[in-house]
């Protein structure tokens, strides 16, 4: 990933990920919940990589920052799930590392084994989705905002919440910080 800039500082990820917003014509709304998305996970990579985990931080931020690619209107009218969408997108722009943790961050993909976040970077890319909209909020205000948005998946929504908390409790331990204190902790590029 290096021609993206991946082992950048993160003022160069951010910029590699504006790129792509340009290129796939994000929307404002999509551009701030990405760049949300991204530093949340960002801040908790670089907090869990402190912790001793052997992980890429910045690869996990640009996965983040990348999640929601297959939402762009480049791709609307697709019958395809936006999760699998940003994975096919990720993959043909040369970005593997990005294609699974873009995979499993719809909230419902822990309730399916097969597309359940299984690496720590999946579950950080996952946790901060569930954590960020337009701003920082619990697991359980994203899951209600999403599941307003979304009626189709609210049953499969409801049923998730326990498990994307259990995926919380798991990136949290150890670390110096509650969840209930990570929107002090992040810094979001503008």
Do not use: Q
């Not at 014509?25 to 551009?31: D, K, V």
């Not at 990405?34 to 052997?54: K, Q």
């Not at 297959?70 to 990720?90: F, K």
């Not at 994307?164 to 990570?182: Q, S």
């Amino acid at each position: 990933m290096a021609g993206w800039g991946v082992n950048a500082p993160m003022t160069e990820l951010s910029t590699t990920a504006e790129r792509f917003f340009e290129r796939y014509a994000f929307p404002y709304w999509l551009r701030g919940h990405s760049r949300l998305v991204g530093a949340i996970a960002g801040a908790l990579a670089s907090e869990r990589a402190a912790a001793g985990d052997a992980i890429d931080v910045d690869t996990v931020t640009l996965a983040a920052y990348l999640h929601d690619i297959g939402r762009s209107p480049l791709v609307a009218g697709d019958a395809r799930e936006h999760n699998e969408l940003s994975a096919l997108i990720l993959a043909a722009e040369g970005l593997p590392e990005c294609v699974e943790p873009a995979r499993r961050h719809a909230i419902y993909t822990v309730l399916d084994p097969r597309t359940a976040p299984r690496t720590t970077a999946e579950k950080l890319v996952y946790l901060a989705d569930r954590r960020g909209g337009m701003k920082v909020e619990s697991v359980e205000e994203r899951a209600k905002d999403t599941a307003e948005r979304h009626p189709k998946f609210a049953t499969e929504i409801a049923r998730a919440i326990p498990l994307a908390k259990e995926i919380e409790r798991e990136v949290f331990a150890g670390l110096p910080f509650k969840p209930d204190e990570l929107a002090a902790r992040i810094a979001v590029p503008r």
